[in-house]
């Protein structure tokens, strides 16, 4: 989809992040109506334009900015359905690592694996792990890997707690 089409069939609210047909385009676009779904499995928005489906992100990127994002798009506050532009940056794979708040289902804080009677801290660089030493305790493991992810992604970085 060009920029042309983009803005001929849907506007978008920067402050809102909601895409909005400008026209209708099939039975279920009507003119006026919040444009896109939200697909649970990922917990993206997806918009269908002309046969085509699209991230709204990524759409609300174009008609903002008037030009598709170069790099992949991170939401700065983790939440992959709020599109909202100022929640919007473009970063590396990397940096979308570096922002994630890690696995769910562990009980050690992100950065941290429990080996035998001490605990380590890793982090990933650029797809490299790279050792950051091995400590008494998760907190003490963990306290050196948000150092060096505040050293390497700075604003990226996430240490595995997002604020409400």
């Not at 001929?8 to 444009?35: E, K």
């Not at 359905?81 to 009980?107: C, M, P, V, W, Y």
């Not at 792990?129 to 970085?157: D, I, M, T, V, W």
Request: hydrophobic share 40%; with cysteine.
């Amino acid at each position: 989809m060009n920029l042309d089409r983009a803005h001929h069939v849907l506007s978008y609210d920067p402050d809102t992040g909601l895409l909005i047909w400008r026209c209708r385009i099939n039975s279920r676009a009507v003119a006026g109506s919040v444009a896109g779904h939200f697909t649970k499995a990922d917990g993206y928005i997806r918009v269908r334009v002309d046969g085509f489906l699209y991230l709204g992100h990524r759409v609300a990127w174009l008609l903002h900015y008037g030009a598709w994002p170069t790099l992949m798009l991170d939401h700065v506050n983790g939440v992959r359905n709020d599109n909202r532009i100022a929640n919007l940056r473009e970063a590396t794979h990397s940096q979308q690592i570096a922002n994630s708040i890690g696995f769910s289902k562990r009980r050690l804080p992100k950065g941290v694996w429990h080996s035998g009677n001490r605990f380590t801290a890793r982090i990933q660089l650029d797809g490299v792990p790279r050792y950051l030493g091995s400590f008494a305790n998760a907190e003490l493991a963990h306290s050196a890997y948000c150092e060096a992810g505040n050293k390497y992604y700075g604003e990226f970085f996430c240490n595995g707690v997002r604020k409400s």
